[in-house]
C-alpha cells in the first residue's frame, strides 16, 4: 500500500473510533507512515534495479511483521501510564491500521525472523491490488478534502 | 510443521464438539479469508463502538464466529497448514489490536498476548490468552447489563 492511503485509513478510522483527528493529523500521518520507511534500507540495496521491483514482504524489516507489533505494543502499554491518553490511542490505531491493511493486501512473513515462511490471505488478487490500490486512495482523498473544508467553513 | 500442544481440556472440548459441527454443510472455501474476515469485522466494532453498543456487541460475536470458523473449515477440508496457523494467530492478534485500542488494560493484556505469541512460536508451545473470549464476557457485562 502507498504511504497517502495508509495516512488517509488510519486518518478516517481516527475520525470515527476517538473523533477529532484533524487535531491529531501530525501524529496520525508520521505514525501511520513511519514502519515503510525500513523499506529504505531496501531501496539502496536494490537501486540499480528498483523501478522493477515489488515492495512486497522482502522489502521489509522484523519491525514490520508481528515481532514490530510486538515491540510496539509494549511501548504504548508503557505510554499509556505516562502520555496523554487520547494521544496514545491515536498513534496505537495509526500502527495497528497499517499492519491490519498490510496483512490483508498482500503477502507478509508474520514471524519473520524467526520463520520466513511468506502466507497470502487471497482477499485482493495481484492482478487487482494496483486498480484497487488508486481507486481507494482517490476516493478517500476526495472525502478528506471535503471534510477539511467543512472544518474551513 | 510445526505441532503445538495446547491445554488438555482444549483438545478434549475440541474433539467432543468437532463430531457434530463437522457434519455440518461448510462450504469449501479458503480458510485464510475467513481468518482475514475477523479483521474486518474487528474494524466495524471499533467504529460502532460510539454509536451504538449492542451492534459492537454483534461485531464481535461475528468476529469470535469467524475465528471459530476458519479452523473448522481447515478441518472439515483437511486444509489445515503451518501457513493456515501463522494467519490465524496473526489475524487474531491485529483483530484484538483493533478491538482493544479503546481500552487501555485490555491494550496492555494484547501487548502481553503478542509476546506470549512469539514465545509460543518459537517454544513450539501454545500458551496464548483468549483475550477476545473474556472481553466478550466483560463487554456484556459493563457495557449492555449495567
Known amino acids: ?153 | 510443521m510445526v505441532q503445538h500442544s495446547k491445554l488438555g481440556i482444549v483438545d478434549k472440548t475440541r474433539k467432543g464438539t468437532d463430531k457434530g459441527l463437522l457434519a455440518l454443510p461448510l462450504p469449501k472455501i479458503n480458510p485464510n479469508i475467513v481468518s482475514g474476515m475477523s479483521i474486518f469485522t474487528s474494524i466495524a466494532f471499533l467504529l460502532s463502538f460510539q454509536f451504538s453498543k449492542p451492534l459492537a456487541f454483534v461485531f464481535i460475536v461475528l468476529t469470535l464466529l469467524l475465528d471459530w470458523l476458519d479452523g473448522l473449515i481447515a478441518r472439515k477440508h483437511n486444509l489445515s497448514s503451518e501457513e493456515g496457523y501463522m494467519v490465524d494467530v496473526t489475524a487474531d492478534r491485529i483483530s484484538e489490536g483493533i478491538m482493544f485500542i479503546l481500552f487501555p488494560i485490555w491494550f496492555i493484556l494484547f501487548a502481553i498476548n503478542n509476546m506470549l505469541t512469539m514465545i509460543s512460536f518459537t517454544k513450539n508451545r501454545h500458551i496464548i490468552l483468549p483475550l477476545r473470549h473474556i472481553f466478550l464476557v466483560y463487554f456484556i457485562i459493563i457495557f449492555l447489563l449495567v
Open chain 1, 1 to 153: 500500500m502507498n504511504i497517502l492511503l495508509h495516512f488517509l485509513i488510519a486518518y478516517f478510522a481516527v475520525e470515527i473510533a476517538i473523533g477529532n483527528a484533524w487535531s491529531y493529523v501530525i501524529y496520525i500521518f508520521i505514525f501511520s507512515v513511519i514502519l515503510d520507511f525500513d523499506h529504505i534500507g531496501y531501496i539502496l540495496r536494490e537501486k540499480g534495479k528498483i523501478r522493477h521491483k515489488k515492495f512486497g514482504y522482502e522489502s521489509r524489516t522484523r519491525f514490520h511483521e508481528l515481532y514490530g507489533l510486538t515491540l510496539i505494543s509494549v511501548v504504548l502499554s508503557v505510554l499509556f501510564f505516562f502520555v496523554n491518553f487520547v494521544l496514545v490511542q491515536v498513534v496505537a490505531l495509526s500502527f495497528v491500521m497499517h499492519y491490519a491493511v498490510d496483512f490483508l493486501v498482500g503477502k507478509s512473513r508474520p514471524f519473520y525472523p524467526y520463520s520466513n515462511k511468506d502466507v497470502f490471505l487471497h482477499l485482493c488478487p495481484d492482478r487487482y491490488r494496483a486498480p484497487v490500490e488508486v481507486i481507494l486512495t482517490i476516493v478517500l482523498l476526495v472525502v478528506f478534502w471535503f471534510s477539511i473544508q467543512s472544518l474551513v467553513l
